[in-house]
């Protein structure tokens, strides 16, 4: 069973930094596109990030410059780099992978729990 596993949230002031990880477990035969969403509390999850397998990566326009998604594939894990951090960033941030089980014809989407990022003085 694939399971993904966010950690690296907390409480940080404006303008500091965190670097969240989201690790990928289970029977996998590979993995394609990885992302990272967040979610405030009676809004939609938006994208915030995504790499390719390839390492092609994009942004939302409110984090470019701040924000850097990366990935190491043979550790199956997706980062996410957030520097200057602001208020408004704080949300509970989900992690999205599209996964190929082994044994499976067919790759899916899987999720994270989330991990709450707080950007507070």
């Known amino acids: 069973q694939v399971q993904l596993v966010e950690s690296g949230g907390g409480l940080v002031q404006p303008g500091g930094s965190l670097r969240l990880s989201c690790a990928a477990s289970?029977?996998?035969?590979?993995?394609?596109?990885m992302k990272w969403y967040r979610q405030t509390p009676g809004k939609a999850r938006d994208l915030v990030a995504a790499?390719?397998?390839?390492?092609?990566?994009n942004y939302v326009d409110s984090v470019k410059g701040r924000f850097t998604i990366s990935r190491d594939n043979a550790k199956k894990t997706v980062y996410l780099q957030m520097n200057s951090l602001k208020p408004e960033d704080t949300a509970i941030y989900y992690c999205?992978?599209?996964?190929?089980?082994?044994?499976?014809?067919?790759?899916?989407?899987?999720w994270g729990k989330g991990t709450l990022v707080t950007v507070s003085s």
């Open positions: 790499i390719t397998d390839g390492g092609i990566t």
């Open positions: 289970g029977s996998i035969s590979s993995i394609g596109n």
């Open positions: 999205n992978a599209n996964v190929w089980p082994r044994g499976y014809d067919y790759a899916r989407d899987y």
